[in-house]
């Protein structure tokens, strides 16, 4: 039975001495890429850069099990944990999981990344125009355009009620 592996230590970059490399052991350098389009991992070995595809955010962690993964906040909401080798993935947590908010929190590098969460029904959805987290309250609930949810950099980039 597999037990359930726990992440910490998000990081931007990391070294790595000893990683296997076919029948030898290389130093494996994890980076994470920035650009408009998001965040995605990379790693070097002695080849050509191992890349995954971009995601909202994504962070080089430690597992409980010794071992070195990527997770990522997908542009779906949910976080993807990739295993280090870049090849498949560990594990999917979906906002529902009881484990969501304890995981994303490997993203929230500043105040503006902190899941808004509804007590009554758990983490909130990501905008739906920009994919921004940042969603805005009033006492009717989360704020929308045309139906879907919106966050607050885009309501402030002019939209009106």
Known sequence: MNETVSYSNPRMTAVIQDW???SKRVTAIFEIEQS???ERAVRTTD???KKLTFA?????VDGSDGRTYIAELTLYG???I???DMKYQHETIHE???????????FAKDEKMKRPIDEDNGPLPNCETCGGLEIEHDEAGIRT???????????SEGYED
């Open 20 to 22: 296997p490399s076919g």
């Open 36 to 38: 408009k389009r998001g």
């Open 47 to 49: 080849g050509a850069p």
């Open 56 to 60: 909202t955010k994504a962070r080089i």
């Open 78 to 80: 949910h976080i993807s």
């Open 82 to 84: 990739m295993k280090g």
């Open 96 to 106: 529902r999981d009881a484990r969501y908010g304890e995981v994303f929190e490997l």
């Open 145 to 155: 355009k045309d139906g879907k949810v919106v966050c607050t950099e885009y309501l």
